[in-house]
């Protein structure tokens, strides 16, 4: 009954912006974290970022600092991924995730999305 729908994603040039949208369904959403990972083609994927379950605390992983905001809205249980300054490497598959447990372990999350393709283009 979960459900975690990411929207957004699409083709951009290098140095462009993008905001993506994941909408949860069927969990009390304010007591989930919320993460972002992404992953490209012949890679593993990786950490991008997390926010606390009101969006007092976030954390990046170091290529998005700066360049990535992360946000929240409880009340329209929508989490958002605001990237700008978009590189080349940040081509890749976005998803959202949920987890009950403090941390930004990609093990710790229950519940995933399918994820949205962003490419980044010269």
């Known amino acids: 009954q979960v459900q975690l729908v990411e929207s957004g994603g699409g083709l951009v040039q290098a140095g462009g912006s993008l905001r993506l949208s994941c909408a949860a369904s069927g969990l009390t959403f304010s007591t989930y974290l919320m993460g972002w990972f992404r992953q490209a083609p012949g890679k593993e994927r990786e950490f991008v970022g997390v926010?606390?379950?009101?969006?007092?605390?976030?954390d990046y992983a170091d290529p998005v600092k700066g360049r990535f905001t992360i946000s929240r809205d409880n009340a329209r249980n929508t989490v958002y991924l605001q990237m700008n300054s978009l590189k080349l490497e940040d081509t890749a598959v976005y998803y959202c995730?949920?987890?009950?447990?403090?941390?930004?372990?990609?093990?710790?999350?229950?519940?995933w999305g399918q994820g949205t393709q962003v490419t980044v283009s010269s």
């Open positions: 995730a949920a987890s009950r447990l403090v941390g930004y372990q990609e093990f710790l999350y229950s519940y």
């Open positions: 926010i606390t379950y009101s969006g007092g605390r976030t």
